[in-house]
């Protein structure tokens, strides 16, 4: 009975939804996707740079077969098994999606390293404006080139970065062989522990404001 039920809750939430067409996908091409973001959040996931897909639909990991959403829920940061079509609501549980790069492309390695090491640089900026607590950025390879970081790996990262603790989670695109669904369930869940136990040990008042070992300028 709970297998069914959970089922009915994946199946309802992906509801049908219009797609894109392939003339309308491949006219994505550099467009610009907005954050989702707001002050003060728990979380801001900062994704590589969005996809053709995500850019025509103008939702984040908007691509059937992307496994942000399915993560996301299924490692306690959302109740219930999100659509992209309703990704606002993230900011209601203290969630918010950026990117290290702004424009779209069909895939994340046609990005230069400038474009990336920029995109580091913007998005401390980002993080200091809005001050989220956690900053988790969904790709490992892209967050060493965007903050020369070579030898780091998925996890919590001993630097901050704008004042908010830093964890690398893995990429959750449908190419990325190296992590299951259930695998990358695992790593958002010990994103999530992490955050609660850091949330049970601080007062509101007790972010990192100092500037020691931090990343970016």
């Given at each position: 009975?709970?297998?069914?039920?959970?089922?009915q809750?994946?199946?309802?939430?992906?509801?049908?939804?219009?797609?894109?067409?392939?003339?309308?996908?491949?006219?994505?091409?550099?467009r610009?996707?907005?954050?989702?973001?707001?002050?003060?959040?728990?979380?801001?996931?900062?994704?590589?740079?969005?996809?053709?897909?995500?850019?025509?639909?103008?939702?984040?990991?908007?691509?059937?077969?992307?496994?942000?959403?399915?993560?996301?829920?299924?490692?306690?940061?959302?109740?219930?098994?999100?659509?992209?079509?309703?990704?606002?609501?993230?900011?209601?549980?203290?969630?918010?999606?950026?990117?290290?790069?702004?424009?779209?492309?069909?895939?994340?390695?046609?990005?230069?390293?400038?474009?990336?090491?920029?995109?580091?640089?913007?998005?401390?900026?980002?993080?200091?404006?809005?001050?989220?607590?956690?900053?988790?950025?969904?790709?490992?390879?892209?967050?060493?080139?965007?903050?020369?970081?070579?030898?780091?790996r998925?996890?919590?990262?001993?630097?901050?970065?704008?004042?908010?603790?830093?964890?690398?989670?893995?990429?959750?695109?449908?190419?990325?062989?190296?992590?299951?669904?259930?695998?990358?369930?695992?790593?958002?869940?010990?994103?999530?522990?992490?955050?609660?136990?850091?949330?049970?040990g601080?007062?509101?008042?007790?972010?990192?404001?100092?500037?020691?070992?931090?990343?970016?300028?």
């Amino acid at each position: 009975m709970g297998g069914q039920a959970k089922q009915q809750e994946l199946t309802t939430a992906r509801r049908v939804r219009p797609r894109p067409t392939p003339a309308e996908v491949a006219a994505a091409a550099d467009r610009l996707l907005p954050d989702l973001i707001a002050p003060d959040l728990d979380v801001l996931f900062c994704g590589i740079n969005p996809g053709l897909y995500s850019a025509a639909t103008g939702w984040h990991f908007a691509r059937p077969g992307n496994r942000f959403w399915p993560a996301l829920h299924r490692g306690g940061f959302t109740p219930h098994l999100v659509d992209p079509a309703d990704q606002a609501e993230l900011l209601g549980h203290g969630l918010g999606i950026t990117n290290l790069a702004a424009r779209a492309s069909a895939r994340a390695d046609e990005l230069t390293r400038d474009e990336l090491v920029e995109g580091g640089r913007l998005l401390v900026r980002k993080v200091r404006r809005y001050r989220p607590r956690w900053v988790a950025v969904l790709g490992v390879t892209a967050y060493r080139t965007a903050f020369e970081r070579r030898t780091a790996r998925i996890g919590r990262q001993p630097e901050t970065i704008g004042g908010a603790h830093l964890w690398v989670l893995p990429n959750p695109s449908g190419l990325n062989a190296h992590f299951t669904g259930p695998g990358l369930a695992a790593e958002f869940a010990a994103l999530r522990a992490a955050t609660l136990a850091e949330t049970r040990g601080q007062g509101p008042g007790d972010r990192l404001k100092s500037g020691l070992g931090q990343t970016g300028s």
